[in-house]
């Protein structure tokens, strides 16, 4: 990118210990942001690498300034510290990114109910959970980016399939992101979300060991479209559902590449 087009604004990722959280969380540290690495991985437990002290050392390592703080998202007060934290140390708030998520690719029939409210509570109500603790501070300084990641999932039948638990939270998601930015308009605060494909993540990866990923997208690109909308002005970039193909336009005109 260059130039650091969010020097100076502070931003809170979840679920950045890898993935497209980790992507996404250095993207923005590269573009000068201040980061909040969020989620609840501090030790390496196998199969899935990364833990937040990680890619908060990432960060820090290319110049950028981190703050790993361990956050179970599907708990209120986890991510209230959090978010106090935050404020504590850097003093605002003016990016959110929730990217925080659970699935178990079941079949309706195989899934128990416990599961599906797992998959609910981590992926759809921890969207709300955070969007409400980061709100008050983002109203009143009257400027922020809420960016929430959804999923192809939530419109189309992926293949290979995600069960219909996270299909539905991720439609959740898109819904709430429509309506949450009609009621923050006023707060000039923007709230958007990304749609991604099946991507190279790690966990996404394990779980399809023997499917073939060359066509598949990476967190990488994921980074650099969260940062482009986190740079965008919230007056009038918002209420936005976006693939990559909705947004590929826009970058290239910004003189962005993806």
């Known amino acids: 990118m260059g130039n650091k087009q969010l020097e100076g604004k502070v931003a809170i990722v979840t679920g950045a210990s890898r993935g497209i959280g980790k992507a996404i969380a250095l993207a923005l540290a590269d573009a000068g942001a201040e980061v909040i690495v969020a989620a609840r991985t501090v030790e390496q437990s196998a199969p899935l690498k990364g833990t937040i002290l990680k890619t908060a050392e990432e960060i820090k390592a290319q110049g950028g300034r981190a703050l790993p ?22 003093g605002r708030i003016d990016i959110l990114v929730n ?18 409210d797992l998959i609910m509570k ?3 109500r921890s969207v709300i959970v955070c969007s409400k603790a980061v709100m008050p501070s983002m109203m009143a300084q009257r400027w922020g980016h809420i960016v929430n990641m959804s999923s ?3 419109i ?42 099946n991507t190279t993540s790690e966990g996404w990866v394990i779980l399809n060991p023997d499917v073939d990923k060359s066509d598949w997208q990476t967190p990488e690109l994921w980074g650099k479209i969260a940062t482009f909308v986190a740079t965008r002005d919230p007056g009038n970039f918002t209420g936005r559902i976006l693939t990559a193909d909705d947004i590929e336009q826009e970058i290239a005109k910004a003189g962005w590449n993806l």
Not at 103 to 116: E, H, S
Not at 159 to 183: C, F, H, Q
Request: proline residues 3%.
């Open 69 to 90: 703080v361990q956050t179970n998202v599907a708990d209120e007060e986890s991510v209230e510290n959090m978010v106090q934290k935050t404020l504590d140390e850097m």
């Open 99 to 116: 990217n925080a998520g659970t699935n178990i690719p079941r079949y309706l029939k195989d899934l128990t109910l416990k599961q599906w």
């Open 122 to 124: 981590v992926t759809l």
């Open 152 to 154: 192809v999932a939530a």
């Open 156 to 197: 189309t039948f992926n293949d290979p399939m995600t069960g219909l638990a996270y299909d539905v939270s991720k439609a959740g998601i898109n819904r709430l992101t429509w309506g949450l930015a009609e009621e923050l308009k006023e707060y000039n605060i923007a709230v958007n979300a990304l749609m991604p494909k």
